[in-house]
């Protein structure tokens, strides 16, 4: 693909910077082409791209949102992300839990909650979460929804994911370590 391999050139990263540097921006962003065509972060051009913003800007990370990238990028030095990633899932009834209850880590999973273990399950999404979600309806309750088609379901997924993600920050300000 001609358009990735253009957004690789470190020099054009250089003369774009310095450019936006000069006019004076309350924060940068960075986006476009930060995934390969495999998916995967392009960590390199991501990290390089960060190091020529101002650090005492926001830098922004667009269009990355899956929790593993925002980790690295934070690592980078990016403290602003956006994606469809949260909001997506939770149509696609996938949900995001922490794996333990501990501030200083941020080993987390996913499930589906149309799986069949979750029909008669009468626990939040997590336990850990304070969402309106879970701490007002249960997991056989969703599960419900989502068997019935109710949108409510979508909308109380969604508010659970977007809280998984808040919590991801907060926890990676605090300077939690990631575990895979």
């Given at each position: 693909?001609?358009?990735?391999k253009?957004?690789v050139f470190?020099?054009?990263?250089d003369?774009?910077?310095?450019?936006?540097?000069?006019?004076?921006?309350?924060?940068?962003?960075?986006?476009?082409?930060?995934?390969?065509?495999?998916?995967?972060?392009?960590?390199?051009?991501?990290?390089?791209?960060?190091?020529?913003?101002?650090?005492?800007?926001?830098k922004?990370?667009?269009?990355?949102?899956?929790?593993?990238?925002?980790?690295?990028?934070?690592?980078?030095?990016?403290?602003?992300?956006?994606?469809?990633?949260?909001?997506?899932?939770?149509?696609?009834?996938?949900?995001?839990?922490?794996?333990?209850?501990?501030?200083?880590t941020?080993?987390?999973?996913?499930?589906?909650?149309?799986?069949?273990?979750?029909?008669?399950e009468?626990?939040?999404?997590?336990?850990q979460?304070?969402c309106?979600?879970?701490?007002?309806?249960?997991?056989?309750?969703?599960?419900h929804?989502?068997?019935?088609?109710d949108?409510?379901?979508?909308?109380?997924?969604?508010?659970?994911?977007?809280?998984?993600?808040?919590?991801?920050?907060?926890?990676?300000?605090?300077?939690?370590?990631?575990?895979?």
């Open positions: 693909m001609q358009l990735f253009e957004a470190f020099d054009l990263r003369k774009c910077a310095d450019a936006l540097k000069e006019i004076g921006f309350d924060g940068y962003g960075f986006g476009g082409f930060p995934v390969n065509g495999q998916g995967e972060l392009v960590e390199d051009i991501l990290a390089y791209t960060a190091s020529l913003m101002p650090n005492e800007t926001p922004y990370a667009m269009g990355l949102g899956k929790p593993d990238g925002v980790v690295s990028c934070y690592k980078m030095g990016y403290n602003l992300f956006d994606c469809v990633i949260p909001t997506r899932e939770a149509r696609h009834n996938r949900l995001y839990v922490f794996d333990e209850e501990s501030d200083d941020l080993k987390y999973r996913h499930y589906y909650i149309l799986d069949e273990e979750h029909i008669r009468k626990t939040p999404i997590s336990k979460c304070d309106l979600t879970c701490r007002n309806y249960t997991r056989a309750y969703l599960y929804l989502y068997k019935v088609g949108s409510l379901g979508y909308r109380l997924a969604t508010i659970h994911n977007l809280r998984f993600y808040t919590q991801l920050m907060e926890k990676l300000q605090r300077g939690a370590v990631y575990e895979y």
